[in-house]
């Protein structure tokens, strides 16, 4: 037995002589070995779980069918790295963090939720490693202002702002409005100053805004601000919020026995909103990125088909948007012809005529899309297109 062991003893001394001496080579580029198997890493954070998980669900929905359809970009495989943000900026900004120097992702897409985008953006201007983002649906101006590595494919507030104070004074005939702001939210904050600008404009009455109301995220009585709205003289009401305080108020609006127009922005293209307010959502109007019967480009016929053959239903405007940033990203990657983070960066900013399933994006020296809107209203128990704004309108 000791034989035995001082021999096995000499055998592993040996062996790790010769492992040491052994010199490493590396694999050529291009040939196989672990350049060939490298993957390219794309992080998306999106709120998963929270108050609006239903719309992080959604983009969730557009990134994923992207991938499936396009898995790889360079001959390299495309990992997605998904992060929840938990409907939180504090998460939505270690999201970020995480992303860039931990997963090392090339690239990053988010966020659901303009709150977010801002929160994760100052992590990712601020990051020594630098890494660009693509946000799909968040639309306040803030979100890509002063952030050379932030890009969007959506347009932002103040066209949309804009688009809806049009619609509430020439097709509602409004004159006076109120508003209910849910006053946490950078984007319904943005949206309704941007709304408000444009109609006192349009009335030429500085105290066209007759009344204004302000919510926290989560509440769920809005009795006492409608209650005030009800007597305020409004002939219509800007209302907006996330989806499930926006279907609250409209349910509860209604059981007030409010018959005054309420509009809204694109959050409320969300299935909780009908699900929440049932029917006291019919005839509500807010406006929205995309229509699934507008078939804008080859490539919205190619994500309608592979959408449904999935889902079997109609995709919402943030799935599409979503799916765009996901194959802008991949298409960035090609015409950069790398996976430098930088580079990927300055093709991104260069885009220009690219044909998404939303429309066809260019984006301008701020990285915002110019892109039409599409106002759609709740007929039936459904989501109904009533017509499309072009932006130079």
């Excluded at 590396?26 to 779980?49: C, H, M, N, R």
């Excluded at 090392?104 to 990051?127: D, M, N, Q, R, Y």
């Amino acid at each position: 037995m000791r034989k035995l062991s001082l021999l096995l003893v000499f055998v592993i001394v040996i062996s790790i002589f010769a492992v040491g001496c052994v010199e490493k080579v590396e694999a050529p580029k291009g040939d196989s070995g672990a350049e060939k198997d490298e993957v390219i890493k794309i992080g998306v954070f999106q709120p998963l779980t929270g108050a609006n998980a239903a719309g992080g669900a959604l983009e969730k929905e557009g990134v994923e069918l992207a991938h499936e359809l396009y898995p790889e970009v360079l001959g390299k495989k495309v990992e997605l790295i998904f992060v929840d943000n938990k409907s939180d900026k504090i998460e939505s900004a270690n999201a970020a963090t995480r992303l860039i120097n931990k997963d090392k992702v090339s690239l990053i897409i988010g966020s659901w939720g303009s709150g977010f985008s801002i929160a994760a953006g100052e992590e990712i201007k601020k990051a020594e490693r630098k890494v660009p983002a693509i946000g799909a649906s968040c639309t306040n101006p803030l979100v890509t202002k002063g952030n050379d590595y932030y890009f969007r494919v959506c347009f932002i507030d103040p066209f949309q702002g804009n688009v809806m104070a049009n619609y509430a004074y020439n097709e509602v005939g409004a004159k006076k409005v109120a508003f209910i702001i849910e006053k946490t939210n950078d984007y319904a904050v943005g949206l309704a100053k941007f709304f408000e600008d444009t109609f006192k404009e349009l009335t030429g009455d500085d105290k066209a805004v007759v009344y204004e109301a302000f919510y926290n995220t989560g509440d769920q009585d809005f009795t006492a601000q409608l209650t005030s709205i009800k007597e305020s003289g409004a002939e219509a009401i800007f209302a907006p919020g996330n989806f499930t305080e926006s279907a609250l108020i409209m349910k509860q609006a209604k059981e007030l026995g409010i018959e005054l127009p309420i509009l809204g922005g694109d959050t409320w293209e969300t299935p909780e909103v009908i699900k929440i307010a049932g029917d006291a959502a019919e005839g509500v109007v807010f406006s929205t990125f995309f229509d699934a019967h507008a078939k804008l480009t080859d490539t919205t016929t190619e994500f309608l088909d592979a959408y449904k053959e999935k889902y079997d239903k109609e995709p919402a405007a943030v799935t599409a948007l979503a799916f765009d940033a996901y194959i802008l990203a991949l298409d960035a990657i090609e015409r950069a012809d790398s996976t430098d983070p930088t580079a990927i960066r300055d093709a991104i900013a260069a885009t220009k005529d690219f044909p998404g399933a939303a429309g066809v994006v260019t984006l301008d020296e701020n990285g915002d899309a110019v892109k039409s809107a599409v106002i759609k209203t709740v007929k039936d128990g459904k989501f109904t297109y009533l017509t499309t704004v072009d932006p130079a309108k």
